[in-house]
């Protein structure tokens, strides 16, 4: 995904050409005009924005996203007053589109009158809806307007504007990071999710959170906490790395927009300074926003991709995408994630995804349950050993040695993947072996597999079924199942007056899925487990551990643990 770095033009000072001059000159090529440049346009005529534009573009800079005026409520009861703001914001569009620029930012206004409980909402929002009918009636074409989240607002307060319009498609969202993060529960990953295709602009800054208690606007302070600071390069900052991984997740193609200026105010001690800031910004930025989180660290074996061709047989196909692996069959389409373990991600079946994008582990990540808990492969790459056709599907094995930084109860054991896939499901086969001289720390394994379709939001949660039990019904409660009656302290003390316990004679189980036409069926082949540890949320995600009884390994010995899953349509 290609990243359209782009700043704010008041950042840049001066008059629009000189703020062109100086963005280009700091390396920038993408720009979003400012409230103050934008005023400044305004007062020409439609040929000299005309000339503006192909000077701008002659120098290298594209105006892609403008900001609509700041003061010009749109949802005032004087409808004189609100009918002359809506034409002023019609006068910007026009300008906008003459100037090549796509998303025009609006603050919709109204909430003042609203918090100081001078009208309701419903009347506040009858005229904000109005307004924009009336701004989007003669929108020009190719345009958007993108309804900017103030201070207060969360993604529900904005997004009942767009479905009050019936989420036409010239109207989106713009994210303003920076207010976002005034709110009580800020949550900037669910928002781009939330937003996802109809995000079309970014206002991103960071600040501290807000200060005061309560409701922002009932601090006379507030906006001394919207410091519009770069992004990420300060203590108590927001969760850019989050960001700009579900920008990554919707397939965000607009522009990556700063909305930053502190640093370079009417303070200023000379253009030099200003220039050099603006440089800084940019390069900075370039680090930030092209953080790719599915990338090795420096330290993680790299494998050689070049080296590895596309496998297909039995309707599998298995290729390199990227930094990990694409299993494609006509049933599921999965990704195994090389770089972090070979955990599995991009799960999909049944025409809805099996791992959801908050659900960072993945499927089947092999993990150490005791002493401590820990998902010790998750964070380090495998060196892929081959990929290779079998008679039903595809084969991939993968290794790596582990090491005290993982878990120490493991130190030094080598960990090998072997995993089949057919067009049933897959089969993955874990096998540890100590390659040392003395006996291995006692430990106990678990596979971690996150199987986000056996509910989530608007979904009953669905039911259980241990193959010869009675279902157990989900409750959002954890619970332990004890296998084949085995107890062992040391296993259950994770859970102890956490979770029910429950008895079953098998590992076996087959998981409803609500909302879908199918089910999984998840068994440990080979050596059965002690116990499944079932992790139950109330947001209908979950946590499937099948774990093994507590073991030493000595020199030269292995052991071997198997997770099964197939996929069966009902």
């Known amino acids: 995904m290609s990243i359209h770095l782009s700043i704010s033009s008041y950042a840049a000072g001066g008059s629009p050409e000189i703020a062109v001059k100086r963005l280009v000159k700091a390396g920038f090529r993408y720009s979003e005009l400012g409230g103050f440049h934008s005023s400044v346009l305004l007062e020409r005529s439609e040929e000299e924005w005309k000339k503006f534009r192909a000077y701008a573009e002659g120098q290298g800079l594209l105006f892609r996203q403008g900001h609509l005026p700041l003061h010009n409520d749109i949802t005032l009861a004087d409808e004189t007053s609100r009918r002359a703001n809506v034409a002023i914001h019609r006068a910007y569009c026009r300008m906008y589109h003459a100037l090549g620029i796509t998303s025009a930012v609006l603050h919709c206004g109204g909430y003042g009158v609203i918090l100081r409980k001078e009208e309701t909402p419903e009347a506040v929002r009858a005229r904000r809806i109005k307004s924009l009918e009336e701004l989007l009636s003669d929108l020009p074409e190719g345009m958007t307007i993108c309804l900017e989240n103030l201070p207060y607002e969360t993604f529900e307060d904005v997004n009942a504007n767009l479905a009050d319009m019936g989420y036409p498609e010239n109207l989106g969202f713009c994210l303003d990071t920076g207010h976002l993060h005034f709110c009580p529960k800020p949550d900037h990953v669910d928002y781009i999710l939330r937003a996802g295709k109809r995000l079309k602009a970014l206002h991103m800054h960071d600040n501290v959170g807000p200060m005061a208690p309560g409701g922002v606007l009932q601090y006379s302070g507030w906006l001394g906490s919207d410091k519009h600071m770069f992004p990420g390069f300060f203590t108590g900052s927001i969760n850019w790395y989050g960001v700009v991984g579900a920008l990554r997740e919707i397939g965000y193609s607009d522009l990556w927009n700063l909305?930053?200026?502190?640093?370079?105010?009417?303070?200023?001690?000379?253009?030099?300074?200003?220039?050099?800031?603006?440089?800084?910004?940019?390069?900075?930025?370039?680090?930030?926003?092209?953080?790719?989180?599915?990338?090795?660290?420096?330290?993680?074996?790299?494998?050689?991709?070049?080296?590895?061709?596309?496998?297909?047989?039995?309707?599998?196909?298995?290729?390199?995408?990227?930094?990990?692996?694409?299993?494609?069959?006509?049933?599921?389409?999965?990704?195994?994630?090389?770089?972090?373990?070979?955990?599995?991600?991009?799960?999909?079946?049944?025409?809805?995804?099996?791992?959801?994008?908050?659900?960072?582990?993945?499927?089947?990540?092999?993990?150490?349950?005791?002493?401590?808990?820990?998902?010790?492969?998750?964070?380090?790459?495998?060196?892929?050993?081959?990929?290779?056709?079998?008679?039903?599907?595809?084969?991939?094995?993968?290794?790596?040695?582990?090491?005290?930084?993982?878990?120490?109860?493991?130190?030094?054991?080598?960990?090998?993947?072997?995993?089949?896939?057919?067009?049933?499901?897959?089969?993955?086969?874990?096998?540890?072996?100590?390659?040392?001289?003395?006996?291995?720390?006692?430990?106990?394994?678990?596979?971690?597999?996150?199987?986000?379709?056996?509910?989530?939001?608007?979904?009953?949660?669905?039911?259980?079924?241990?193959?010869?039990?009675?279902?157990?019904?989900?409750?959002?409660?954890?619970?332990?199942?004890?296998?084949?009656?085995?107890?062992?302290?040391?296993?259950?003390?994770?859970?102890?007056?956490?979770?029910?316990?429950?008895?079953?004679?098998?590992?076996?189980?087959?998981?409803?899925?609500?909302?879908?036409?199918?089910?999984?069926?998840m068994s440990c082949p080979g050596e059965a487990p002690a116990a499944v540890c079932f992790w139950d949320t109330v947001s209908g995600s979950s946590s499937y551990e099948p774990i093994w009884k507590v073991r030493t390994l000595a020199p030269g010995e292995s052991c071997e643990f198997a997770l099964e899953v197939k996929l069966r349509s009902c």
């Not at 025409?351 to 820990?374: I, M, Y």
Request: hydrophobic share 40%.
């Open 259 to 521: 909305e930053i200026g502190a640093d370079v105010g009417g303070d200023v001690p000379n253009l030099e300074w200003r220039e050099m800031v603006l440089r800084q910004d940019r390069e900075r930025a370039e680090l930030l926003f092209n953080y790719d989180p599915d990338a090795p660290d420096p330290e993680d074996p790299v494998n050689d991709y070049a080296g590895i061709a596309t496998v297909s047989s039995g309707e599998v196909t298995a290729a390199v995408d990227k930094y990990a692996l694409k299993v494609t069959t006509p049933v599921y389409e999965l990704r195994v994630d090389t770089v972090h373990g070979g955990r599995i991600v991009k799960f999909r079946a049944f025409g809805r995804e099996l791992v959801t994008p908050d659900r960072f582990l993945g499927w089947a990540v092999p993990s150490s349950w005791a002493p401590p808990s820990a998902s010790f492969v998750l964070k380090k790459g495998l060196k892929i050993d081959g990929v290779k056709a079998t008679p039903s599907g595809v084969e991939i094995t993968q290794h790596r040695q582990l090491a005290e930084a993982d878990n120490v109860a493991v130190a030094g054991l080598v960990c090998s993947f072997t995993d089949t896939f057919t067009k049933e499901g897959f089969l993955r086969k874990i096998r540890i072996t100590n390659p040392g001289s003395k006996e291995s720390a006692p430990f106990a394994f678990r596979f971690h597999s996150m199987p986000a379709i056996l509910g989530g939001k608007n979904l009953e949660l669905g039911e259980i079924r241990f193959k010869g039990c009675d279902p157990v019904v989900r409750n959002n409660n954890p619970f332990f199942v004890r296998i084949g009656g085995f107890s062992d302290p040391l296993l259950e003390r994770p859970l102890e007056n956490k979770s029910a316990f429950v008895e079953s004679g098998t590992a076996d189980v087959a998981f409803s899925a609500p909302g879908t036409p199918g089910e999984l069926l």
